[in-house]
């Protein structure tokens, strides 16, 4: 993902990319094409380009030591999701960017999509009637050399934090917050000490109810990245991922094109919203 931000912000109006940090080598040459500073140490590339803002797109568990560090420069934050790999490390790094005064962002680009803002206006305004029930269905086989990065194996590395923490956030948005969960996961397949699949169940403050099954280790054709091609490593599907029941109506996010929902009308048909 840091390869990805850095190329973008190099194409950004008002955007200048002053300098590239990584403990790996390699990344060197990605700095050289850009034409900016290499460094292998964080705090001596701050020090030294005294930049505006910066992308934490580290491993998951060091979210939280780096952006603490970078707020005590004054040095704004764009940390890739999720923000930290549990709620303590979270809420220090959420303190550490107020008591510093900085302005921080955590990377769930996926409620700018025009489609979710779509599916919260529906839902929000009642268009389906009262929310009763979401399933959503994340599920793909991630290949085994996505597995050869050993942070990926380890604690904070698993589709829960890496994946699911997405769906998540996009829930939220689109039918208010969450006020309970009971969940369970396994890595009965893969054996890592992450999760390779877990089950979900949530209660949202307006009384409805979630269920989710997420996995990494079963091809199929239902999750975000398939339905809406945004992962191009994935195919793409025609499938559903995403499913709003209402009292009013269905609602079916086959997201990869359009919102539709189907509601019978007083005649016995149908009408799209």
Known sequence: ???KHANIITHLHGC???GICDVNPAVRSLAGELGVAFYSDYEKMIGAEEPDGVVIATP????????????????NLFVEKPIAADLTEAKKLVESAREYGVNMLVGHHRRFNPMVETARLIIRQGKIGKLVAISILWVLLKPSDYFQ????????????????????????????????????????????EVEDTASVTLRFSNGALGGIVASDCVPSSWSYEATTGENPYYFRTSQNCY????????YLSQIYAWF?????????????L
């Open 1 to 3: 993902m840091g390869m």
């Open 243 to 250: 499913f709003f029941l209402a009292q009013k109506a269905h």
């Open 16 to 18: 200048q990319l002053a």
């Open 149 to 192: 990065t050993e942070w990926r194996r380890q604690h904070g590395g698993g589709p829960v934090l890496i994946n699911l923490i997405h769906d998540i956030d996009t829930m939220r948005y689109i039918c208010g917050e969450i006020e309970r969960v009971y969940a369970e996961t396994s890595s009965a397949i893969r054996g890592f």
């Open 60 to 75: 998951t568990t060091l979210h939280a030591s780096v952006g603490m560090t970078c707020a005590q420069h004054g040095v």
């Open 260 to 272: 539709i929902t189907r509601t019978h009308n007083r005649q016995g048909g149908t009408s799209r």
